[in-house]
């Protein structure tokens, strides 16, 4: 079994470009989740998902856009990137909410120039 | 949403001690209270877990005890070894909700 797979695993942008971090499991997830971690701030929730086809906001939605195609794939979309969302991105999933262990993917390490 | 504080930011002891990590949470509705660990530049990895109808835990040398009347649960490592070296966080989730981290604690074992 693969698990949680992120990819790209690095990714450098320019201000302004646009991109789509894929996230994909293989454990019959329900839900599934984005993180961001910057140093000092642990890991902060941008979106999830609870169940296919519901998605919500975390703590630090904006500039993101999050799609969950279907129950296995959960992507983060940066539709306009900036300095500031230069991060280390962890995508994860859980049986059932955040009452059940999570699995995190590799995570994306993403610098915006 | 939940939030919650995790203390010390950094710890550094000599191996062989015990080392305890704290943490508070603010929604009194939460039942489930995990740790992570996360070694340098790999993925955040459950290591144990508590729920709220249970005081304490133990798994060879780690535990974890959670106070809901004070809001707040530690991770306890005795007998600590360099492998232990790596962030560790906390969580708290509330019921059919998502889950918060702690700011995390960098956990240095001295040989």
């Known amino acids: 079994n693969a698990g949680v797979t992120q990819t790209p695993k690095f990714q450098v942008l320019k201000t302004g470009q646009s991109m789509t971090l894929q996230c994909a499991q293989d454990?019959?997830?329900?839900?599934m989740y984005w993180y961001r971690q910057d140093p000092g701030m642990g890991l902060r929730l941008i979106y999830y998902s609870a169940s296919e086809g519901t998605t919500d906001k975390g703590e630090v939605p904006n500039g993101y856009n999050v799609s969950r195609l279907n129950k296995r794939e959960f992507s983060l979309r940066l539709e306009s990137a900036a300095p500031s969302q230069t991060s280390v991105y962890f995508c994860?999933?859980?049986?059932?909410?955040?009452?059940?262990?999570?699995?995190f993917g590799q995570g994306t390490r993403l610098t915006v120039v | 949403g939940e939030n919650v504080e995790q203390h010390p930011s950094t710890l550094s002891v000599q191996e062989g001690d015990s080392a305890v990590i704290k943490c508070t949470y603010s929604?009194?509705?939460?039942?489930?209270f995990p740790w992570y660990k996360q070694e340098l530049g790999k993925r955040p990895q459950l290591i144990i877990d508590?729920?709220?109808?249970?005081g304490e835990k133990k798994d060879q040398r780690i535990a974890v005890t959670l106070n809901k009347t004070a809001k707040h649960f530690s991770l306890h490592i005795t007998e600590t070894q360099p492998e232990d070296s790596a962030v560790y966080f906390c969580?708290?989730?509330?019921?059919?909700?998502?889950?918060?981290f702690g700011a995390g604690t960098r956990l240095t074992v001295k040989p």
């Open positions: 929604d009194s509705a939460s039942n489930y």
């Open positions: 994860a999933g859980s049986t059932q909410g955040g009452n059940t262990e999570a699995f």
């Open positions: 508590i729920r709220s109808n249970v």
């Open positions: 454990m019959n997830h329900n839900s």
């Open positions: 969580a708290a989730t509330p019921p059919l909700d998502d889950m918060r």
